[in-house]
């Protein structure tokens, strides 16, 4: 008979959500249901009147862990909508910052899953703040590429966390030939120890390949071979930067899009019966808390060809590099690949940079009302920002952010998980969760959800 535990909130990923994990009597998932529980944003809202100058930095602001991607597809959609070329050097800009950006993101995310994983020929977690080696070295080895990117986001786009560089149109300004050099020397010193830094997670991620079980409220929990497993589909638009309707072969399509409600995917009301208090940290929900996913929601489920798909580094690798390992543990290796791919784009880009060059547009139209829209391939995936701008203002504005499109596919990936490692699925997908809510329950004795004005 199937049993109902609830593990909320889940950790180590920015953002509140939780899991809702119907489980056999082995404590096997059969059915998983992840889910944000973080506050609306309104962000969509807010943008309606802005001027298509002010909207990118507020859809920057729905976080501060993603606002580069943020930016970058807000600025294009605009540009999108307006339909505005923008010149090449700003392009390389746009780029390096973006790369700046992914490389910083998966040094991140490398703090946040090491704890889930073991110190190669022992059975030692590994703690990444331990000031004991060999984790400490690996440690100062990932802050100092988190420093390196951050350091050049913030030469080529202003800041590093909320870029104001960046613009309609291109760039507000270019940078020095000083500036050119310093980028490029940082960026071969972060290649060097993006090389190491990958081929160590790389190393501790087959490890944990190899064991049958791993520790978890001091029990010994299997660890199944098909781990995050599922047969949804993948996808991405570019391996680097990503793509928009104004682009002369865009490769996404809003047609192929469409959006449903939680209340349409989501499991309904249940009471938990299965509880643990040993779980970390604090125990899971207590028996006979109550749980309504399809109400409790604060996301869309969007759709693409009908289906949801896994958004980010694999769906990348799969679609451009004929990558093909499924699971938690293929996620994580696709995502090590990316760091020096990040470094080799970010590189390539500075070559090319002439910093007498021309960063913005001779001419800038103000807009007819056309909807355009823009796909950021950020460091967690596809970032789908769509506008209307006419006189210059945005009349609408709507964000699919890659977390968004993962919630779905997750959630099916957790079956065949015992239910005590759902988490270390969901951290695979590296969730931004504040940036995916855009909803929220507006009257439940009514069950009415309220719904993004998808046009």
Known sequence: MSKVVEISPTTRHEGHSKLVLKVDDAGIVERGDWLSITPVRGVEKLAIGKTMEQVPKIASRVCGICPIAHTLAGIEAMEASIKCWYPDDARRLRVILQC??????????????????????????????????????????IQRIREISQTIGQIAGGEAIHPSNPRVGGMYRNVSDHAKLKMYDLAKEGLTLAHEQMDFMIAVIRNMQKRDWTEVGGKQIPIPKTLGYHDQGYMATDPVYGTTSHSENPTWSYERFKETRPWDWYMGEAEVNLADPSYPIGGTSPVGTKVNPQMEACTGIPLYDGQPVEVGPRARLVTFKNFDEKGTFGQHIARQLEYTDSFYAMLSAIDDLNPHGKVLADHIPQGDGSMGWAANEAPRGTDVHLAKVKDGRVQWYSMLVPTTWNFATCSRALTGAPWQIAEMVVRAYDPCVSCATHMIVIDEEKRIVAQKLIQ
Not at 117 to 134: A, H, L, R, S, V
């Open 100 to 141: 700046a950006n992914r490389a910083h993101s998966i040094a991140l995310h490398n703090i946040l899953i090491l704890p889930d994983f073991y110190i190669p020929g022992t059975d030692t977690k590994i703690n990444p703040f331990t000031p004991q080696e060999p984790v400490r070295s690996v440690a100062k080895r």
